[in-house]
């Protein structure tokens, strides 16, 4: 629920919004990064007294590095899945199909394979059977069901640590621990793999879970330049949640002929329009008591409007004047090929504050998850750590990585 506020309180408060993007643009002078200062940004001033004195002297520092996740694309081939989930690929709202446990998800939607001396390989089935929280494994004629605890219990224990290696590789000694009966002929079968075919698709949802276990985490142990490393990327995240075309498969319109819709509705409209019209009163943040379900529902919100996104721009590309839509900027001393102003004003118009609403959402769910970590982590104490600023992450590209551009 949004509250509102008295027009001069409100005035007063768009100044000092204008107050803050200024200096954004005055230090840093690209674009497309601009909501995500924004959002981190306003989020401080969402907090209760006794989390904004911590958080104000490293206002800086939060804003900035709202960008870190989205530079750091460049950097791991970990991190581009982090910002997005293709939730058609998997399910539908309500999300009943696809378990909202990661490593669940995982498994659900991966493969396993059973390596033999020679190094060939059978591949094994899973099913979970939610009703007697049992798992149904087979391969070649063998069938069989155990409790879902033990198995997940090698998945986790076991088997997800190597989720960063190359390859999940383990002994089938491990599995028949696990399951605790010798299922496995393990002289013939001695290794298993897992072979990943869920995260290509993104795991935007689970990692805001992550990401806030790390915040709770780092708030336990008072460390400051933790909190602010993990409090600006869960930001970041979150941000990334409320964006509709974060959630589809049809990222970018490529599927549909809109190529460049994604930084057309997440940049290009903010950029032109959030200074002049937006209204980022949000109130204070509030304690989450269910973070999983909570990070999902705004899921199904935010993908539910996906497809209006889309449809919305299409309808009016046909009947907008076809050679007033593209327009020439200059910008970082580049020509850039970018939708024109009025166009922008038409789709901002059609969308009727939905790019407003959005971003006014992010605001308060970063306010909102930032208090929670620290609610769960016992409130600790932060008066006594110094206001000293933190140093830039530093980041380094990998010029073999491809990524998904937008
Ligand atoms: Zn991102």
Redesign the pocket.
Known sequence: MITRMSTSKKNSFILVIIAFACISFTFKPDWGFYSHRLINKMAVFTLPQSLLRFYKPHIGFITESAVN??MRRYATKYEAMR?YIDIDQWDTIPFSKLPRDFEEALVKYSSFHLINTNGDSIKMNFAFTNVDSLVEISFLKTKESFRKKDFMGFITQDLMPQFYDDEMKISTLKLNYWLKKSFIDTEKYPQLVLVDEFTEHGILPYYIEQGYSKLVKAYLKKDKDQILRHAADLG??I??LHTPLHTVKNYNGQLTDQLGIHPFWESRIPELFALEEYDFYVGKAEIVLDVRNYIWDILADTHSKAYDVLRIEKELSTKFPSDKQWCFDVRLDQTVRIQCREYAKAYENALKGMVEEQMTKTIKVTGDLWYSAWVEAGSPDLRKLDKNPIAEEKIVNDPTLSVREY
Request: aromatic content about 14%.
């Open positions: 996740p989205d910002h970041h995240y941000g990334d």
